[in-house]
């Protein structure tokens, strides 16, 4: 009789991960199995609940590297600087982000039909949350004048999330693509002379 073939959690989530970009949260724990070549006993020997492999293989919990980085700068270096590289960051992260957050999405947008939506980070959220947080410590040291932290964190995030909409969502259809680090400093140049202090 053959030895069962041995695979590992990470082969598993990897033949998950693809499955699940290509027919969204619909795909079927059998075709999961077929593409990881394991039967489906072994998935869920692994993982209790097609959700929990879904969460494993879309790797959203991964998302935000950059917002620990940023408030880690708190007092350090100069906040332009700072601000730049946070945004180009986020921007970097958010291009492997978003095809999984339509992936979540193609289970709908009702926590009450997702039920992934209760149980994962809302990153947008987190992201202005964090941002907000980095900009009232660096005013409260003076390196950036007094305002309204939320506020001016919302502004940036809804030019990134318009930028992230329009230059990954949709295609180009012969319209000039803007570059990420052309994007970010051109925002970084109308904004930076309202946080100079």
Do not use: C
């Amino acid at each position: 009789m053959a030895r069962p073939r041995s695979i590992t959690d990470e082969q598993i989530v990897e033949a998950a991960h693809e499955v699940f970009l290509e027919q969204g949260f619909s795909a079927t724990t059998a075709a999961i199995a077929r593409r990881a070549g394991v039967s489906e006993g072994t998935l869920f020997n692994r993982f209790h609940s097609k959700e929990d492999l879904f969460v494993a293989a879309i790797g959203l919990r991964n998302y935000g590297q950059w917002r620990s980085h940023l408030l880690a700068h708190v007092g350090q270096g100069e906040v332009h600087r700072n601000l730049e590289r946070a945004l180009m960051a986020l921007l970097q992260e958010a291009t492997s982000l978003l095809p999984k957050l339509m992936v979540m999405f193609s289970r709908g947008h009702d926590p009450s039909h997702n039920p992934l939506l209760q149980r994962l980070d809302d990153p947008v959220r987190s992201d202005a949350d964090a941002l907000a947080e980095y900009l009232q410590a660096e005013a409260q040291l003076g390196r950036v004048r007094p305002m309204d932290a939320a506020v001016t964190s919302l502004a940036l995030m809804g030019a990134v999330t318009h930028y992230i909409h329009r230059e990954q969502m949709l295609p180009a259809l012969g319209r000039e693509v803007v570059d990420p680090a052309r994007f970010v400093r051109g925002l970084l140049d109308v904004m930076w002379p309202g946080l100079e202090p």
